[in-house]
C-alpha cells in the first residue's frame, strides 16, 4: 500500500485477520525501505543532473 507520502509501508498491507511470521512481515520492511532509500537517491541525483549538467566534449573538439 502507498502512503499519503507516496512510500510504501509492508505492515499496512496485512489483513487483520491474516497472522503472519513477524520475522518476515520484518523482512519485507526492510526490503520496502531499501526500494524507499534508493528511490530517494535516484531522485536526489536526477536533481543534481539537472542542476549541474554533464557536458561531454568530444577529443577533436576540444583542440
Given at each position: ?9 509492508a505492515f499496512k ?36 543532473s539537472k542542476k ?12
Amino acid at each position: 500500500m502507498i502512503s499519503k507520502f507516496g512510500k510504501s509501508n509492508a505492515f499496512k498491507n496485512r489483513n487483520a485477520g491474516f497472522q503472519a511470521n513477524p520475522i518476515y512481515l520484518y523482512e519485507i520492511d526492510r526490503r520496502v525501505e531499501t526500494a524507499n532509500w534508493l528511490k530517494q537517491d535516484i531522485q536526489q541525483l536526477h536533481n543534481k543532473s539537472k542542476k549541474y549538467p554533464i557536458v561531454l566534449v568530444s577529443a577533436s573538439s576540444a583542440q
